[in-house]
């Protein structure tokens, strides 16, 4: 046989295959998630989510302190409240375990990491979801947008660096983005969960956050199946003001992501989400797969579809990986 091209000569030895490679993973790309519970004086396990805590005070910043250690981009923090009502006026208040937590990871690291916090209701709201509630029980858009504004301030004035938004709700970066300009917040980094999807993949995310959801979000998270409405929502957020746009989840929306990425010209987030983690922790602790070339390979394809950031609860232990 006379065989010109070979493209196995390049895959021969791992030296090759490095000088070859074309995506890269970084750690200063990685996002780590992080949940802070009102009260707690102990780190919490989450059954369903192995290896992912709710913090306590303390061990919140020991956390933020090894990811800033390891070279991790940023954190982002979620509030496990002890308290909820039907308007999740508690996500506004200046002294909520969201705010507070802010303050605490501030006073650990400065700005040794941004710091992102989650501007959504649904961990505030008794009935968990993602907005204020009308008369017939829908999530009412606009009466939600005002709760985004005085909540924003509230995270704002506490220190965050970025603002993930990600109720969903339309206009909801106009809306931020124009409080905080008018309080003098104008540094403010507003990341748009743009493309977010009414995920079967968010089982144990809500475990994490103790969620009270009654019936579920498909009237404002978008449907699955749906590209050309991604892509339209993804452009009235850079529209409004966003600085980063989010797809979420990650690899059941590879191709959304690849998308996005062609379409604009802002940094493009992805969200490896809780239910795709623990699924290849299932898979791992069972035998069936081998967990650190899967959770690279998983991240990995993130990356080569076209994802500038990506929030991984792995972060930590992923630049831990990359830096042997």
């Known amino acids: 046989m006379n065989l010109n091209e070979r493209p196995r000569r390049l895959r021969r030895t791992d030296g090759l295959r490095k000088l070859v490679r074309q995506v890269h993973l970084n750690s200063g790309n990685l996002v780590l998630p992080m949940f802070v519970r009102e009260g707690a004086s ?18 919140l910043a ?14 982002m923090l979620f509030g ?21 937590a802010i303050r605490w990871t501030k006073a650990e690291i400065g700005d040794a990491l941004p710091l992102i916090a989650d501007l959504c209701l649904d961990e505030f709201t008794n009935h968990g979801h993602c907005g204020v509630l009308d008369a017939h029980g829908n999530v009412d858009n606009d009466a939600t947008l005002a709760q985004y504004q005085r909540m924003s301030l509230t ?54 956050v103790e969620s009270s959801l009654e019936g579920d979000r498909r009237a404002y998270q978008q449907d699955p199946a749906n590209i050309t409405e991604a892509i339209r929502e993804v452009r009235l957020d850079i529209a409004e003001g966003a600085d980063i746009v989010m797809v979420k989840p990650g690899l059941p929306y590879l191709d959304i992501i690849a998308k996005v990425a062609a379409e604009v010209d802002v940094p493009v987030a992805a969200y490896v989400v809780s239910g795709e983690s623990s699924m290849i922790e ?12 899967a959770i690279l390979e998983t991240l990995t394809s993130v990356k080569r579809a076209g994802a500038d950031i990506i929030t991984t609860y792995w972060a930590t232990e992923v630049a831990h990986i990359l830096n042997r």
């Open 282 to 293: 299932a898979a791992a602790a069972a035998g069936m797969i081998d967990r650190e070339r």
């Open 80 to 100: 496990v409240p002890s308290t909820k009502d039907a308007n999740g006026d508690a996500a506004c208040d200046p002294n909520s375990i969201l705010a507070s």
């Open 42 to 59: 102990d780190p919490t396990p989450i059954a369903s989510m192995p290896g992912v805590v709710q913090h306590s005070r303390a061990s």
């Open 155 to 208: 995270l704002a004035e506490a220190g965050a660096d970025i603002l993930g938004l990600s109720g969903m709700m339309d206009g909801q970066v106009g809306a931020v983005r124009e409080t905080l300009d008018a309080a003098g917040s104008t540094d403010t980094v507003l990341l748009a969960y743009a493309a977010k999807f009414a995920s079967a993949f968010y089982g144990p995310f809500r475990d994490a």
């Open 62 to 75: 020991k956390a933020v302190r090894e990811a800033a250690d390891a070279g991790v981009g940023a954190v």
